[in-house]
């Protein structure tokens, strides 16, 4: 079995993988201070609730955009788990070409959703990541990534509206009944679903007409995707497990070598 980590902005998301099965996943807060003796003693139980043993994984991958909590981390999979993580950066075969102006600076979350949907779906591919930022990022036919847009996600603007509002409530994101919305809370959630997906529209024949890709595959993924991907004809699959699935098949790349 092999251990994959997705350190996002808000949650650590772990996956473990027997094959190309995902027997389970479990979630730690990232904003939670933590020694690695804190990581390590969480990990442990939550693999031990998930009914794995750490004799049973033989390795890890971590992604991470959050480089603060990576030595506590990293130390917690070193004495607890007993692996020496693979870190997913410069010099880790990924089977996709990096052509941006600054490959260093394309977070490390965006490339493995990129080698999941590419691997996966084949291109060209537009990845979809409804995450605290939503971003969408091209993979065209031969396996070249080099585009990518970047948004605000939808808790972003949400948190924005009743943080930065002095009236407005902090509310559930979900689409309402209607667009045409007759009071507070409703009139928010309209704003922002809708909102959301007209952009996600907008942005995919954008990105098809200045590409020319009529045949693009669109592939989204991310905690509020299948909110979005549910409302829209723009959007073909939606896979929860992508960033997990990707993780996965660059640890396999790795391992070969």
Known sequence: ??????????????????????????????KLPRTSDEYGISIMELLRINQVEKEQIEGTIIASVVPNVMHSLVGAFHKYVGTNPLIVGPGVKTGIKITSDNPREIGPDRIV?????????????????????????????????GVGITAPGIRISAKA??????????????????????ETIS???????????????????????????ENLKVVATGGLGRIISDETDAIQIYNKDLTLEGLRIIYEKNAKR
């Open 1 to 30: 079995m092999i251990l994959v980590v997705d350190v996002g902005n808000t949650n650590i998301t772990c996956g473990v993988y027997e094959g190309e099965k995902l027997k389970t996943t479990f979630r730690m807060m990232t």
């Open 187 to 213: 009139s928010m959630q309209a704003g922002l679903v809708y909102g959301q997906i007209g952009q996600t529209e907008y942005i995919i024949n954008q990105v098809k007409k200045e590409t020319g890709y």
């Open 161 to 182: 509206l009743w943080e930065d509002t002095a009236k407005l409530p902090e509310i559930e994101i979900k689409k309402p009944k209607s667009i045409l919305a007759r």
């Open 113 to 145: 959703d990129a080698v999941a949907a590419y691997e996966l779906y084949g291109g060209p591919v537009l990845v979809l990541d409804f995450g605290t930022a939503t971003t969408y990022d091209l993979v065209t036919e031969d396996g070249c990534f």
